[in-house]
């Protein structure tokens, strides 16, 4: 099972920048599908970016709508971390944020992933 960690969060005011990481240390991240999720008190759990792994035909990356533009998933194979810079953020960005590891077809459905950090948490306040 891969061991996953989060880092980065924090508070931050709305229009600001944070840079979350997603570590493992026994398992080469690039060889698996990372996607980053997110889960606000009282809501669902939702997938919001994902970068597929290089052993994919398509070892891109997909966002849903409402953080296309504002945020960048990243892979550094070197130090074997998944990055989410978040920029412009928002109130409603405000959430619970996971990584998730895995080979999955539905890069969206937390139900495909086995692997998972505890979350580091995002707060977008004035």
């Known amino acids: 099972q891969v061991q996953l960690v989060e880092s980065g969060g924090g508070l931050v005011q709305p229009g600001g920048s944070l840079r979350l990481s997603c570590a493992a240390s026994?398992?080469?991240?690039?060889?698996?599908?990372i996607t980053w999720f997110r889960q606000a008190p009282g809501k669902e759990r939702e997938a919001i970016s994902t970068?597929?792994?290089?052993?994919?035909?398509?070892?891109?990356?997909d966002y849903i709508y409402s953080v296309k533009g504002r945020f960048t998933i990243s892979r550094d194979t070197s130090e074997n971390t998944i990055y989410l810079q978040m920029d412009n953020l928002r109130p409603e960005d405000t959430a619970r944020y996971y990584c998730?590891?895995?080979?999955?077809?539905?890069?969206?459905?937390?139900?495909?992933?086995?692997?998972w950090g505890p979350g580091t948490q995002v707060t977008v306040s004035s």
């Open positions: 970068i597929r792994s290089m052993s994919s035909s398509d070892d891109g990356t």
């Open positions: 998730a590891a895995g080979h999955v077809r539905t890069w969206y459905s937390h139900l495909e992933y086995d692997n």
């Open positions: 026994e398992f080469a991240l690039r060889w698996y599908t």
